[in-house]
């Protein structure tokens, strides 16, 4: 019984820890690079942009004919990888301002 839990721990604790999977499938390159790959191969263009933090920003690439787009995260030292790619994107119109509201 002891053998089957100790080898159920070093079974568990082995897998544990292990990288994360995303972390080898990221595509990084130089943002023009991706910029201009993206528009080319699939018609996506800059739709929205935040910053994550000071040194990184999410920027979201979309094709308004296809539904296309693709979730990048850029770093200040001008490499760009890409978080995400999917279908179907839509662009919801800006909610009215709530009555009283700062504007």
Same mark, same amino acid.
């Given at each position: 019984?002891?053998?089957?839990?100790?080898?159920?721990?070093?079974?568990?604790?082995?897998?544990?820890?292990? !990288? !994360?999977?995303?972390?080898?499938?990221?595509?990084?390159?130089?943002?023009?690079?991706?910029? +201009?790959?993206?528009?080319?191969?699939?018609?996506?263009?800059? +739709?929205?942009?935040?910053?994550?933090?000071?040194?990184?920003?999410?920027?979201?690439?979309?094709?308004?004919?296809?539904?296309?787009?693709?979730?990048?995260?850029?770093?200040?030292?001008?490499?760009?990888?890409?978080?995400?790619?999917?279908?179907?994107?839509?662009?919801?119109?800006?909610? !009215?301002?709530?009555?009283?509201?700062?504007?």
């Amino acid at each position: 019984m002891y053998k089957r839990i100790l080898t159920a721990a070093l079974l568990f604790g082995m897998a544990c820890t292990g !990288p !994360p999977v995303f972390a080898q499938a990221l595509a990084c390159a130089p943002r023009a690079a991706l910029a +201009s790959q993206l528009e080319a191969a699939y018609g996506e263009t800059l +739709s929205a942009r935040g910053l994550q933090n000071p040194n990184a920003l999410i920027e979201v690439f979309a094709s308004a004919e296809s539904g296309s787009f693709t979730v990048l995260i850029s770093r200040a030292d001008g490499m760009s990888c890409i978080l995400s790619t999917g279908t179907h994107w839509m662009v919801e119109p800006p909610a !009215p301002p709530k009555e009283g509201a700062a504007s």
